[in-house]
């Protein structure tokens, strides 16, 4: 079973700026792509950005320019910079992992909450 561990949510005033971290561990698989989803409430699930292994990167056109989302494979991390935050960028972040243990399967974190307010 495969964990992923998020922190780094918080609040902060529009225009400043955030990093969260994911962590995976549980024992051995290979990573497909890791990436971040967030729920605003009252809202669907949406992509934010996404990093598969040995791919390119890819964002929602509301976060271009503003997010940036990296990785670290020696320790199955994931990353999102966020910076130039705005009051619309609230919600629920959620680390997602696909990641290949025979078959392939995909795991999510609990969630940070990031909330932007001055």
């Known amino acids: 079973q495969v964990q992923l561990v998020e922190s780094g949510g918080g609040l902060v005033q529009p225009g400043g700026s955030l990093r969260l971290s994911c962590v995976a561990s549980g024992g051995r698989f290979s990573i497909n792509a890791m990436a971040w989803y967030r729920q605003a409430p009252g809202r669907q699930r949406e992509l934010v950005a996404v990093?598969?292994?040995?791919?390119?990167?890819n964002y929602a056109d509301s976060v271009k320019g503003r997010f940036t989302i990296s990785r670290d494979n020696a320790k199955n991390a994931v990353y999102l910079q966020m910076n130039s935050l705005k009051p619309e960028d609230t919600a629920v972040y959620y680390c997602?992992?696909?990641?290949?243990?025979?078959?392939?399967?995909?795991?999510w974190g609990q969630g940070t909450q990031v909330t932007v307010s001055s």
């Open positions: 997602n992992a696909v990641v290949t243990i025979g078959a392939t399967y995909r795991y």
């Open positions: 990093f598969p292994t040995g791919g390119s990167t």
